[in-house]
């Protein structure tokens, strides 16, 4: 089945404790991208990745790092989590956003409930 | 700055009455709108897209949306609500290859 899965759905951690949130597709697609989810605020991008090694900023970066080491996996670190990253964060991947190679639809996992007191 | 405006974001209606879910989207020369879908507790889910072909645009569940490059809008209809459409719309907008814009979104929410 073609799905994109993020881990953990729900995690409560304290300030300054370093976490990962993984992702990880089965489509081999080609780009992907990391949103968080606020009251209000809709989505915004935070960091995405065009292809293996290639990463670059969203709207809102500060305080997040990834990687793309591999095609599959595009992993969010937040290296000292503070409370104003309490949120709900989607991982999403496609084909191909210009339409060129595919029908540019975006694939998004569950949900990451990250909660930092 | 690109950007996509919903202008609702709380909309109600009755069990079989049409639904209307309004998006604005500013000014381009070729713009490429989607409408995706969030049930509770899920991840979003596409609706339908416009990206020039035809000017009305049919997605699943009997939802279509119009554009309307004179008004540019791209608003979100259907014929009868049912109580499975309870759920959060966005109004979506990629204005690159790499860059998407998502509206605020609308709740919509079904009376029995």
């Known amino acids: 089945e073609a799905q994109v899965t993020q881990n953990p759905r729900y995690l409560i951690t304290v300030t300054g404790k370093k976490l990962t949130v993984t992702c990880s597709q089965n489509m081999n697609h080609e780009y992907m991208s990391w949103y968080r989810q606020d009251p209000g605020l809709g989505l915004r991008q935070i960091y995405y990745?065009?292809?293996?090694?290639?990463?670059d900023k969203g709207d809102v970066p500060e305080g997040y790092k990834v990687s793309r080491k591999e095609k599959r996996n595009f992993p969010l670190i937040l290296e000292s989590p503070s409370p104003n990253q309490t949120s709900l964060y989607f991982c999403?991947?496609?084909?191909?956003?210009?339409?060129?190679?595919?029908?540019?639809?975006?694939?998004f996992g569950e949900g990451s409930r990250l909660t930092v007191l | 700055a690109q950007s996509v405006t919903q202008l609702d974001s709380h909309v109600s209606v009755s069990e079989g009455t049409p639904v209307l879910l309004r998006c604005n989207y500013s000014s381009s020369y070729s713009p490429s709108l989607f409408w995706y879908v969030q049930h509770p507790n899920k991840g979003l889910q596409l609706l339908l897209k416009?990206?020039?072909?035809?000017?009305l645009v049919k997605g699943i569940n009997g939802f279509e949306a119009e554009f309307k490059k004179s008004e540019t809008s791209f608003h979100l209809t259907k014929p009868s609500a049912h109580m499975s459409d309870a759920a959060e719309y966005f109004c979506v907008r990629y204005s690159s290859a790499s860059k998407i814009i998502f509206g605020s979104g609308t709740r919509l929410s079904i009376r029995p």
């Open positions: 416009y990206t020039s072909a035809a000017t």
């Open positions: 990745s065009m292809n293996v090694e290639v990463t």
């Open positions: 999403a991947s496609s084909q191909d956003l210009t339409f060129r190679r595919g029908t540019g639809e975006l694939f």
